[in-house]
């Protein structure tokens, strides 16, 4: 956080320092094409394979074959989700939450790609439909599926609060994900990574750009669907935090369980599974 009163005086050239022009780091026009109209297609002719709930403060994680598409659905209240993305082949490859946040902003919905880690940089998965596209940027600038936030976890909450809690997001992965790969909780741990927080409302405070929350504005029925790009695993945790307009981190806000479904398509026409990036790694040497 910036301090309030500076230590320092603005240098007499400061309005002109600060008048310099806006530059978007990364322009989208020459990323690949995702072809939504093709994978709504696809998806309109899709069948249900599989669906799972996870229950309240718990987490589950779920194969999604290359070309499949994964629905996250709200079903009996308002309820955020923490989403991790792995390559179920290898998952030393996995979400990475900055880099969709350079590349498509603090939040993301439909069209957007969710990407991967270095070296790979892949489209693990597209967003195909999002029920709360609506909701735009309210008046606090805030908005749901960030790709800002963290993960709730038991380190920061002991940090602050001197309170061992086990149900927080990153627990909830660490567990599922050892179940779903026979792994130890130790070996787990270390693949649990930055999310995607899925329905989550969340935005930074106007004056002091702090990251807060407000309660989520998704309701049973409310969804968000992704057309996997690669084999993929996701891991999905019912955060304690429930519609997160209150507490986390903790048993205290109501707290509803999120459902999980996996659609086929009648056939893969036009779908090309995303590789990994074609940079040589030579780094200059
Ligand atoms: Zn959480």
């Known amino acids: 956080m910036k301090l309030a009163l500076p230590q320092h005086k603005e240098p007499r050239d400061a309005k002109d320092r600060r008048s310099k022009n806006v530059v978007v780091c990364y322009p989208l026009d020459t990323l690949p094409d995702t072809n939504l109209a093709a994978a709504v297609a696809r998806r309109t002719e899709a069948g249900l394979l599989e669906s799972v709930v996870v229950p309240p403060r718990a987490a589950v994680c779920v194969d999604v074959k290359a070309g499949h598409f994964v629905r996250i659905l709200s079903i009996e209240g308002p309820q955020v989700g923490d989403l991790n993305i792995w390559n179920t082949h290898n998952i030393e490859e996995r ?149 997160c307009g209150d507490k986390h981190s903790s048993d205290a806000a109501d707290c509803f369980p999120l459902q999980i479904d996996t659609y086929a398509p009648k056939n893969l026409d036009g779908f090309i599974a995303s590789g990994p990036s074609l940079y040589n790694r030579s780094h200059g040497r």
């Open 95 to 243: 979400f990475y939450s900055g880099k969709t946040r350079a590349l498509h902003g603090t939040h993301v919905s439909t069209g957007d790609s969710l990407w991967s880690n270095f070296p790979y940089m892949r489209p693990l998965a597209n967003i195909t439909c999002d029920t709360l596209d609506w909701y735009g940027f309210d008046e606090d600038g805030g908005s749901v599926h960030d790709v800002i936030g963290t993960r709730c976890d038991p380190y920061t909450q002991r940090l602050l609060s001197d309170e061992e809690y086990h149900n927080c997001c990153h627990s909830n992965l660490t567990r599922a994900l050892a179940d779903h790969f026979s792994l130890n909780l130790d070996e787990a741990e270390m693949h649990v990574h930055d999310v995607m927080n899925v329905f989550m409302l969340t935005g930074f405070t106007k004056e002091t750009h702090q990251y807060f929350m407000k309660a989520s504005p998704v309701r049973p029925g409310d969804f968000i669907e992704l057309e996997a790009q690669t084999d993929i695993t996701i891991g999905l945790s019912a955060c304690p935090g429930g519609d």
